[in-house]
Each structure stands twice: as C-alpha cells, then as structure tokens.
T-cell receptor, first 116, second 114 residues
C-alpha cells in the first residue's frame, strides 16, 4: 500500500515567485492536512481538506492557499514568496472522516522549499 | 493561547540508557494527545492518549497521560541508536476534535550514541 506521496521533494525559488506543492494521500484517505515545519516554530498547521472542502484553517496569511481534487489529491500554493517561507512542507492524510482516530495522521516525506 | 511545550529540547544519551521525554499542554476542551517520531522527514505515529493514567506501550516505548496536571511523558527503555530522532507531541486543536488539525510542540531531539 503506497504511502503519502509529496512532490517535488526539493525546490529552490526566489523571493516574489510562487510555488505549488502536490500531495497524493493514501488510497481511500479523504482527509488531507498540510503543515509547515521550521526549526524555530516546529510544525504549524496550515489547512485541512476533506471532500474537496477546506475543513480547517491555520493562522497563515492569504498567500498560502490550497485545494483538493475529487480523487483526494491536494495541492498547496504559496504566492509572493518571502525568505521566511523556507521550510519543510508536510502533507498528512487520515482514513477516518470524523470520530476517534481521525487525527491519527500519516505523513508524507515533505517538500523542502528554499527561498533565496 | 493554546500551546504545547516539550522538554528537554535536545538530549544525548548512550545506548542502553532510559530516557523520559516530557510534554505539557494548555488547551481548552482537551480531547487527545498524540506522540510522533520523526527520523528523517515523515513523522510516524506512536501513540494516542485520551484517558488519564492509562499507559500505552509498544515494545521499549511507553507513554502515559496526566489530565489533572496537563502533561504526558514518553519513556524509552534500553535505548538504541535507531531511537535517534525528533519526538513530537501534539494535541487536538480546540473546536477541531477528531480532524487533522493538531497543535504540535517544538519537539525533543534525541541522539543515542553507541
């Protein structure tokens, strides 16, 4: 059974550019969450999608956006990149829609973004 | 403000030692606390704790929750070099129970030397 797949694994951008990251959840998982991980802040929640709808949102500026497709694959986009956006972006999926255990997440290996 | 604090932030031990990692939390309407292990990139799930005083155990790892004192500990006995990793503690965000929205601590980086 394939795990959570994130692409690209590494990318380098310059300030002002935009970036799109992709996440394919485990087959059958309908919930996809995104997290930003930096050395100073740890893992911070960006947003969660379920059945193509944003179910939860973290405290990030509007430059961070996402979407989910009918096959549960998800993308996140960051526009007008800033140096502080350099981070590991982790995607996670869950097999339960709601109820106990729905927050037990399976994470992908992440996309390492460097902004120069 | 809801928050999760882990201590220590880093720890170096030798193989065979026993370690205790701490996680304290302040969150309204607490429902569950989770532990993850992050070795290279992808955090992997270890335990979920919802009830106070009930120990969860998996091999050399165990964890317990104290809901009165608002903390959890993760114990690793007879440590091995393969236990070297970042250990992450997280709680459900208030108002988002049983969803993918978690509040994470900063993690404890454990290094086990041969």
């Amino acid at each position: 059974k394939a795990g959570v797949t994130q692409t690209p694994r590494y990318l380098i951008k310059t300030r002002g550019q935009q970036v799109t990251l992709s996440c394919s959840p485990i087959s059958g998982h309908r919930s996809v969450s995104w997290y930003q991980q930096t050395p100073g802040q740890g893992l911070q929640f960006l947003f969660e999608y379920f059945s193509e709808t944003q179910r939860n949102k973290g405290n990030f500026p509007g430059r961070f956006s996402g979407r989910q497709f009918s096959n549960s694959r998800s993308e996140m986009n960051v526009s007008t990149l800033e140096l502080g956006d350099s981070a590991l972006y982790l995607c996670a999926s869950s097999h339960l829609t709601r109820g106990s255990g729905a927050n037990v997440l399976t994470f992908g290996a992440g996309s390492r973004l460097t902004v120069l | 403000e809801d928050k999760v604090v882990q201590s220590p932030l880093s720890l170096v031990v030798h193989e065979g030692d026993t370690v205790t990692l701490n996680c304290s939390y302040e969150v309204t309407n607490f429902r569950s606390l989770l532990w993850y292990k992050q070795e290279k990139k992808a955090p992997t799930f270890l335990f979920m704790l919802t009830s106070s005083g009930i120990e969860k155990k998996s091999g050399r790892l165990s964890s317990i929750l104290d809901k009165k004192e608002l903390f959890s500990i993760l114990n690793i006995t007879a440590t091995q070099t393969g236990d070297s990793a970042i250990y992450l503690c997280a709680v459900e965000a208030p108002g988002s129970s049983n969803t993918g929205k978690l509040i994470f601590g900063q993690g404890t980086t454990l290094q086990v030397k041969p």
